[in-house]
């Protein structure tokens, strides 16, 4: 799907000045950066461009207005400043005269963070390219710059200004961690999966739904294990209450909404790929208890799957030949419902198959359970994965494919 993407790598960058969009939104706590391997990530990007003589400013995000973790990127710079020295300057302004001025000044091999682009309301509408080309910001950067790079694999599901207005008015190009991904993703999972195993938890059920449906069409695919919060609307869809906290939960947050649609995909497998707990963790009191799906509905949320369950799970990720996990399987983060994520992870991480982790609890999860090193990729983006894995086309990559500045475009 993204065989003919131009990289920044078969570009000479020495002096010129790029604008590069990474995405380094990272989980923060009381003001502290909890896991910040985003940024390192994405610094070594920068590192990279500042190698090759290039004049360098850095665009990102963090968190969401009305969010305790929209912030400023200042902290950011500081776990950057680590990977570079002092080769990186923050810079408190998105494209007013203070980061006009700080780019204007740069020297190859110099680079420069800006705030945070959501500060700038426009940033949060999702339009296409040639509208966001218009917008204050990109009419306000492009004039400065000689080429956008794209790295920002986790947010390209979305048509922001930052994202996709340059490619309008700049020659584009995809950065080192976003060539990453769409090699693994577009190219190994998509196009060399043999007996994939998905394992679909977490609480993103409208993205699970999408490669739900794809999956269930697939040849190369044989199952998709279910856990979390999706693995609760498929109970739902099935016939089975899971009683009154849970159902409060899913119609709180919307999520019941999804029940119809899960229960036509559970009538469209045919081959019984779709994997749905046999047995659940109850939380009562903080104490797990597990029941069989059969003894639903209880007056205690479910918190996890429940151990017939991890049994069967961990034997198909056993016998599969690629294994892609997104999402926990409960609320891992209470002691005693950590069971099913760790289980399932480490049996990833031991297994023969290619394995794939995306989204940021999952990674947490991995990182907390030592399964990480044992992943043969972990991607920086949930949502992103997800929807390329289920054969959407991503508006940020599809915006440099089509890029009219580009060499033959």
Not at 50 to 74: I, M, N, S, W
Not at 102 to 111: D, F, N, T, Y
Not at 177 to 197: F, I, Q, S
Not at 244 to 251: D, G, Q
């Amino acid at each position: 799907m993204y065989d003919d993407l131009p990289f920044v790598e078969d570009v000479d960058l020495e002096g010129l000045s790029v604008v590069l969009r990474v995405d380094i939104n990272s989980s923060i706590v009381d003001g502290r950066i909890e896991d910040d391997e985003r940024i390192r990530r994405h610094a070594k990007t920068v590192a990279a461009l500042l190698d090759e003589g290039a004049k360098v400013a850095v665009l990102a995000h963090q968190g969401r207005p009305g969010d305790p973790d929209f912030t400023t990127l200042e902290p950011h710079h500081e776990v950057m400043s680590e990977v570079l020295g002092d080769g990186i300057e923050y810079v408190p302004d998105v494209f007013g005269p203070a980061a006009k001025e700080a780019i204007r000044s740069l020297k190859p091999g110099e680079a420069v963070l800006l705030e945070n682009v959501r500060f700038y309301s426009e940033e949060r509408m999702n339009r296409e390219p040639e509208w966001h080309a218009q917008r204050h910001l990109v009419r306000n950067l492009a004039p400065l710059f000689d080429v956008f790079v794209n790295d920002a694999f986790a947010a390209a599901h979305r048509s922001n200004a930052s994202l996709v207005g340059f490619t309008r008015r700049l020659p584009s190009y995809v950065g080192h961690v976003m060539k990453r991904e769409v090699e693994v993703l577009d190219g190994k999972v998509r196009k060399e999966m043999e007996d994939g195993v998905f394992v679909l938890g977490g609480s993103k059920v409208g993205d699970a739904m999408r490669v739900i449906a794809r999956a269930v069409e697939m040849d190369n695919v044989k199952r998709i294990l279910l856990g979390g919060l999706v693995a609760n609307v498929f109970l739902w869809a099935e016939g089975i209450d899971p009683g009154r906290p849970t159902r409060k939960y899913l119609r709180d947050k919307g999520y019941a909404d999804y029940v119809d649609d899960a229960r036509e995909l559970l009538e469209e497998d045919e081959e019984g790929k779709i994997m749905v707990p046999k047995d659940v963790a109850l939380n009562d009191g903080g104490r797990r208890v597990e029941v069989p799906v059969e003894e639903l509905p209880s007056d205690h949320p479910i918190f996890d799957i429940g151990s017939e369950t991890i049994e069967e799970y961990v034997a198909e990720i056993e016998s599969a030949g690629m294994v892609i996990a997104n999402g926990p399987m409960g609320v891992y983060e209470e002691g005693g419902f950590e069971k099913g994520t760790y289980e399932v992870l480490n049996a990833m991480a031991n297994s023969d198959a290619f394995t794939v982790i995306g989204g940021g609890h999952i990674i947490a999860a991995a990182k907390a359970c030592g399964a990480y090193e044992g992943m043969d990729h972990v991607s920086t983006g949930g949502g992103s994965m997800l929807r390329l894995l289920a054969g959407e086309r991503l508006p940020a990559l599809e915006a440099i494919r089509t890029c009219p500045l580009n060499e033959g475009g």
